[in-house]
């Protein structure tokens, strides 16, 4: 049995790349490992600079990415950002802040070395 939440996430990410394959029977596995943060509007998500842990999945909400101080994107549902520092190891290009109250972010993937 899937709550309201997973059934909207799953809605939302079942045609999106990396997850247009997963089968019914492998998403009972990924929410177990799927982590949900949620954001006040004008917290920091993501701040230039930092190392990149982690790379996430906007599943409500709005965020916006600065650089050098400048609003460059806003990202909504389905978005997803923190990848680029994740894989080349490299510090973070931007700062995402959260824009609306209540921004629910999923990380999909969390650097463990």
Known sequence: ???????????????QCPF????????????SIFK???????????????????AYILIEGVCCLFKMGMAIKHYEAGHYFGEFALLDKKERTGTIRAETDGAGLLVFFHRII
């Not at 049995?1 to 045609?15: F, G, H, R, S, V």
């Not at 949900?36 to 982690?54: L, S, T, V, W």
Request: a negative charge; glycine letters at 6%; zero cysteines.
């Open 1 to 15: 049995m899937i709550t309201a939440e997973q059934k909207k996430i799953y809605e939302l990410l079942n045609d």
């Open 36 to 54: 949900i943060n949620r954001f006040k509007a004008g917290e920091i998500i993501i701040q230039e600079g930092d190392k990149g842990d982690d």
């Open 20 to 31: 247009q394959d997963v089968t019914d029977e492998e998403w009972p596995l990924l929410f």
